[in-house]
T-cell receptor, first 117, second 113 residues
Framework: NAGVTQTPKFRVLKTGQSMTLLCAQD?????MYWYRQDPGMGLRLIHY???????AKGEVPDGYNVSRLKKQNFLLGLESAAPSQTSVYFC????????????????FGPGTRLTVL | EDQVTQSPEALRLQEGESSSLNCSYT??????LFWYRQDPGKGPEFLFT???AGEEKEKERLKATLTKKESFLHITAPKPEDSATYLC??????????????FGQGTTLQVKP
């Protein structure tokens, strides 16, 4: 049981290049999330998904796209990378419980450190 | 607007010197408050969830408490291996169908031997 895994661990891009970050979870979780973490800014939600085939915007979605074609995978794409997208990216997943029950817990992957030159 | 503020930003302790980290929050109906630990170069690791004022949870040298406006993470007789960044997050009832969390900026704890 690997939990949440992320590929790649590190990447350096030049401005204007594109790339896709892959998140995979083996816990049969419905919900998945992409965050970015910058010094002094905490974790900020980029996009999220509440189920296979669904995606929604988070707090800082501009410049990113996502896809959830399979329940276990959540992809984050950068179509034209910019230096402002230099950050550490974390994926998380959770299993939803009914609203009246105690809340679900998000479990995080190890992160991808991205540098855009 | 839902918001989470953690203080202090950084804390240095001597081994064995107990202290507390603070997480203040404003949220339109608290469904849960989470504490995570994050080691350098790694993803956040879940520690606790608190649901209602007065609730307390413990794990080894850590104890988390909750009031209607803030949560404290008490560290008793810390050891160098407790050095990490501690993150606080809240989930509002309005986010119950998305699971979304709002995170604070974190407190970086350094425990010196």
């Amino acid at each position: 049981n690997a939990g949440v895994t992320q590929t790649p661990k590190f990447r350096v891009l030049k401005t204007g290049q594109s790339m896709t970050l892959l998140c995979a979870q083996d816990m049969n979780h419905e919900y998945m999330y992409w965050y970015r973490q910058d010094p002094g800014m905490g974790l900020r939600l980029i996009h999220y998904s509440v189920g296979e085939g669904t995606t929604a915007k988070g707090e800082v979605p501009d410049g990113y796209n996502v896809s959830r074609l399979k329940k276990q995978n959540f992809l984050l794409g950068l179509e034209s990378a910019a230096p402002s997208q230099t950050s550490v990216y974390f994926c998380a997943s959770s299993y939803p419980v009914p609203a009246e029950q105690r809340t679900d817990t998000q479990y995080f992957g190890p992160g991808t450190r991205l540098t855009v030159l | 607007e839902d918001q989470v503020t953690q203080s202090p930003e950084a804390l240095r302790l001597q081994e064995g010197e107990s202290s507390s980290l603070n997480c203040s929050y404003t949220v339109s109906g608290l469904r849960g408050l989470f504490w995570y630990r994050q080691d350098p170069g790694k993803g956040p690791e879940f520690l606790f969830t608190l649901y209602s004022a007065g609730e307390e949870k413990e794990k080894e040298r850590l104890k988390a408490t909750l009031t209607k406006k803030e949560s404290f993470l008490h560290i008793t007789a810390p050891k160098p291996e407790d050095s990490a960044t501690y993150l606080c997050a809240v989930q509002a009832w309005g986010s119950s169908n998305t699971g979304k969390l709002i995170f604070g900026q974190g407190t970086t704890l350094q425990v010196k031997p």
